[in-house]
């Protein structure tokens, strides 16, 4: 079964312009990561803040909804955050306009 | 004040000591007189009572201790305070004025004054004038309480958080203490107990100050926590569970499309304005290719077996494979499905099984299913909702179920009573309901005249029946045949085709003239025969392909439009009603692969082709030729009544060719591939 993760994995990694892809687990230590150690705490610590915000402004304006996709562009990048209950799955693709 | 600048000088007089300047002393003393008129007359309003009462207080205790005003005297001094007896005295020489006694009291006051010090004049004199005194009416702070204890937790106490702080509000932050309590309690209040009122009035102080900075100091504490490294183990354990296998599945889905739409939101169309002359160019064209849908790992070098499009999700294509010859160790059937609508090129959902799968096919009315029938006979099922990409429930290998390749199926029925049609190569049709694959609800044997089993290669039912439909079989044969009923069975043949029968498509088209009678078959003798269910004999036959042709399927929106393809990559879309000699729209697929499959899409718009080599391609189709108009079906019922015209002028000619013709095909049996 972990072959087919690392077979996804390796194919969201070779996707045109994507730059890594992590894998955190809902206390914020990433599980899986495709870049480097420090690069990846680094992304982690700020973007599981970010989430944990945008979450709670979701569910701030209507209880009842929740967040289900973040996407952060920037000049250079874009941040894809898909949240779940447990795990966070986040990959950054270059913007090349 | 009069007593206090007094009393200062009592300490310097105390000091010096020379009588000479008593003569000073008196000039002063009438100053004084003077100056305590003024200051009496302008005060007399405001501190009578005051004065009045220390007066009284003082006459009190002048009267009862005069004697020991020296020594009170030299006590008080060596402390600094005024001496008791110049307090008094300035105080009863005020009080006692309007009695008239003043000149009295005074001196007695001067005097003692001067006894006790009589070294002023080598000091300054105060300098005493009249100094107005600010009554300030500090009116009582006006305190804000806002109460947040619905929303605070954990702190317990009932806080009142006050609000109008001006400290606080430079922090903005609400939950900061006051530094300064309000005016109502003093400075006091801070140590005493939160609720209790120290003097009765009604506030409630929040006694704990830091309480927030306690909170945001602890965020701080666990924020340098989380680096806190997984070990290697814990993380593969991690990744074991069955958690992150949903959550990955589903993430990792959503993210390709994602990834995959590339929709450029900062395109500026006032740029670039050549690009425009390329996109109308395509719609003048009347098959272009769209796109196409291939996986490196799972088609790879795997023929496609068969098609089907989701009734629920119009944009979900299910495409079973066959096996891939280059790689034994990789399961032989595969199923993947394909989602039309994301530019996302990965399947959706991959399922395998061990038996090259033949046919494929949604469950009509069981949105998550998906039924395969494979080579050996088993017909499999996969659930899309579990996580296992190999079949949930199978049918068993024994002879109550099939023993031959399937290559048909169909679910037919309707919601509550439907069932799972399938045929195989010997003959053997069976009926499966879905919830129960271990043995076949019913099943027949299709056999034709002398108890010979049809070898079918293709089904099809026609439009809006489910006892009756059409299979084709290898020898060339077409066979009505009946599900139930006193005819069950095979009902009719129909000879024409010299090969094995590779498709069959029912005119299903909806329109104001039913041509559901109709039907067209492709097969290996490279002709495509358009046949009527009245009759055994073909209508027409459409022999333009240079190679096998291996399916026909008519269109789903236009009633005189069908497509062919075949084995040297040529796609081939023919409208009856514009001519039937030539195709009207022709193209060969890149790299020419033998095409095995075609299927429209459920617009009629699109053509989906797979070929032999696991590429599925999608074409479209140009609206002019795609779009029915509303005279199509007439314009169809003309062309068929030309054709029987042709067709039995052609009768008459080609009657004597035919007897030569049977000869050939007895010996002509090319084994399907």
Known sequence: ?97 | MMSQGVGINAMDRLRLDSPDRRTAWKEEKERKLAKLKQLRAERENRRRKQLEKEAQEAAVRASSVPRDDQDLDKMLSSLGVAPVSEVLSSMSSMSSEPGGDHSGSPDKSLEANSTASPRTPSKKQPQLSVVSVQATNIPPRETVTYAKGVQTSGSGDGHVLTYDDPQAEEEDNSLTMLDTPPIYGGGHNRHLPPGILPTGMPTVQDVKPALATEAEKKVEEEKPQPPRELSDEEKQMLMMTEEFHSFFDRSTRILERALAEDANIFVDYSHDYEEDGEANESGGIKLSLNRWFYDERWSRNRCITCMDWSPQYPELLVASYNNNEDSPHDPDGVALVWNTKFKKDTPEYIFHCQSPVMSATFARFHPNLIIGGTYSGQIVLWDNRSQKRTPVQRSPLSASAHTHPVYCMKVVGTQNAHNLISVSTDGKMCSWSLDMLSQPQESMELQHKQSRAVAVTCMAFPHGDVNNFIVGSEEGAVFTACRHGSKAGIVDAYEGHQGPVTGISTHSTPGPIDFSHLFLTSSIDWTVKLWSVKETKPLYSFEDNGDYVYEVAWSPIHPALFTTVDGSGRIDLWNLNQDTEVPTASTVVEGSPALNRVSWTNSGQQITVGDDMGKIWIYDVGEQLALPRADDWARLVHTMGELKNNQADDDQSTRHYDSSFSSLTSLSSSPLR
Do not use: W
């Open chain 1, 1 to 97: 079964m972990s072959a087919e993760v690392e077979e996804t994995l390796k194919r969201i990694q070779s996707h045109k312009g994507v730059v890594g892809v992590i894998v955190v687990n809902a206390e914020g230590i990433p599980i899986k990561s495709t870049l480097d150690n420090p690069t990846t705490i680094q992304y982690t610590g700020l973007i599981s803040g970010l989430t944990d915000k945008a979450r709670s402004v979701v569910r701030d304006l209507d209880p009842t909804n929740d967040l289900t996709f973040l996407r952060v562009r920037s000049k250079k990048h874009e941040i894809m955050i898909a949240p779940d209950k447990e795990y966070m799955l986040i990959v950054v693709q270059n913007t090349n306009e």
